[in-house]
């Protein structure tokens, strides 16, 4: 379940080319750039979402890093929060928190929304149950059972639905739900038994059941690439979730500029389906400032609704075999499309679209 494809990591930076084309204070009103006279501003742009696409080896994750670094010293009053699923996304500067076995941080993803229209311990219970159906291919007898397990928790600690004083309250974790399955199969309960077993690694690994890292530094790297796949992805989509409930309780912005920047470099890693956290983001993050920048290695990881609800989309080389689906789906020539050498991108910034030689992030540092 937890196997994973090991895929071929980005070239050395001495293989690319050097332009050394760097940001001056004075061009920076422009907003960031991306490549030679082509800058990206969000205050131009109907929202600040950018989707990315790139195979191996093109340049993908140099482009994410180069923006979020300009990020920084442009956009300096916003926070720039990055999930990294390979460990790859260090950027000089950074508050890193890495998540593993022997971590002293960890993510609850049992933490109440305190949204009095869409929040409450039963809806959180819901959308908990929903993710770990997902990621660990629950049955709906194990997802009825969590949900009750769940519900109970919030009770012990005092947390109700009724009650909106109480969702305040230190919400339990994960070790609350092994204790309750614990004491249950004491009683007899044979089905705890089996749910244990499931969510045996989300207990081993412990990511859920510690004190959540503080989220208060302008730029926070969570390193998550020392968890198998299926609890990166509980603890991806928990983290974004609670981003995009944080967001909705500060209210609607009147300005373009996003208070957060959420970078996430490999899309598939992230749950699918209607009522995902990268869903939410794209259709709502831009009212109540929370930008997404979501970054792929093919086109069959971004749905139409990513796609078409990003202002903004990057195109890097791709695998020949997707080049036609591509085009299609980003509205570039595929002769364009098959054309492109590492770094080399197709933008598209609104309705503007041209091709540019990316400015990467160690050419940045200089």
């Known amino acids: 379940m937890f196997s994973r494809k090991v895929e071929k990591p980005l070239p050395p930076v001495a293989t690319l080319p050097v332009r050394r084309t760097a940001q001056t204070e004075e061009n920076q009103t422009a907003g960031v750039l991306l490549g030679k006279d082509t800058y990206w501003n969000p205050e131009t742009l109907p ?6 696409i790139g195979a191996s080896g ?20 916003s926070q720039k929060i990055l999930i990294d699923f390979h460990g790859d996304q260090d950027i000089a500067g950074e508050m890193v928190y890495p998540l593993h076995m022997a971590s002293p941080w960890g993510i609850n993803p049992l933490t109440v929304n305190l949204d009095p229209e869409g929040g409450g311990p039963n809806l959180q219970a819901i959308a908990v149950a929903a993710v770990l159906k997902k990621s660990l291919q629950m049955g709906p007898n194990q997802e009825g059972m969590l949900l009750d397990v769940i519900g109970t928790c919030y009770r012990q600690q005092g947390i109700v639905q009724d009650d909106q004083a109480t969702w305040k309250r230190e919400a339990p974790n994960f070790a609350h739900i092994e204790a309750e399955l614990v004491a249950r199969i004491e009683e007899g309960c044979k089905e705890s ?20 890292f503080p989220m208060d530094a302008k730029h926070i790297r969570v390193d998550l690439h020392k968890l198998p796949p299926a609890i990166q992805s509980i603890a991806a989509e928990s983290l974004a979730k609670q981003l995009m409930d944080n967001h909705r309780l500060l209210g609607e912005m009147a300005g373009k500029i996003p208070r957060t920047f959420l970078f996430i470099d490999e899309a598939k890693e992230m749950p699918k389906g209607t009522g995902s956290a990268c869903d939410r983001i794209i259709a709502d993050g831009r009212k109540y400032g929370l930008a997404l920048v979501l970054a792929s290695q093919s086109e069959r990881h971004l749905s139409a609704d990513v796609i078409g609800n990003s202002s903004t989309k990057l195109v890097l080389p791709v695998d020949q075999t997707e080049v036609s689906k591509v085009g299609k789906k980003f509205r570039f020539a595929e002769v364009r499309v098959a054309g492109l050498r590492p770094l080399q991108a197709l933008c598209r910034l609104g309705t503007d679209a041209k091709q540019v030689e990316i400015v990467p992030y160690y050419e940045r540092l200089q």
């Open 47 to 52: 929202n600040a979402h950018i989707v990315c």
């Open 58 to 77: 093109s340049g993908k994750t140099q482009t994410l890093k180069g923006i979020c670094f300009a990020l920084r010293t442009i956009y300096i009053g």
């Open 193 to 212: 038994q089996r749910l244990k077993l499931k969510l045996a690694a989300t207990f081993q690994y412990g990511v859920f059941s510690r004190s959540q």
